[in-house]
């Protein structure tokens, strides 16, 4: 299958609380997708990627403490494009046209793997490293 399409959101209200802290983004926020490229099939993952967009209107995106609150993104940041690329091993990239301090050839490639444990035999000192 060869997905095609895409999405726009306007947010009315959106916020996720954790452990007494509160992340809101401001209302009216408008969030964008497009598929660009890939097939998606049943026998076999394959490379995709996706483009993804958001406008905060200028707004900030604020983070609620206890006692205090802070701003998270700087005013270049409350706005922007970039594309998503994700291989079948789950590894994923950006890229995009931004330049400067914020473009995405400062961001680094990265991959979703499972956790491994690590092992450290009983009789290991604080010196010796443990094996992952």
Known sequence: MSPTGSVEVTL????????GRRLELPAGTT????????VIS????????IDVGWDL?????LLHGADR???????????GELTIHVSPGGRF???????????V????RCSIRPRRRR???PSSSRTTPCRT
């Open 12 to 19: 009315e209200r959106a916020d996720a609380e954790l452990d």
């Open 31 to 38: 969030l964008s997708g497009a598929w660009r490229e890939g």
């Open 105 to 108: 050839r400062y961001s680094t």
């Open 57 to 61: 209107h200028g707004k900030p995106c």
């Open 42 to 49: 049943s026998a076999a993952a394959g490379d995709f990627a």
């Open 119 to 121: 092992t450290c035999s």
């Open 93 to 103: 990239s950006f890229s995009g046209e931004a330049e400067g301090l914020y473009g």
């Open 69 to 79: 609150s802070v701003s998270l993104l700087a005013q270049a940041l409350r706005q």
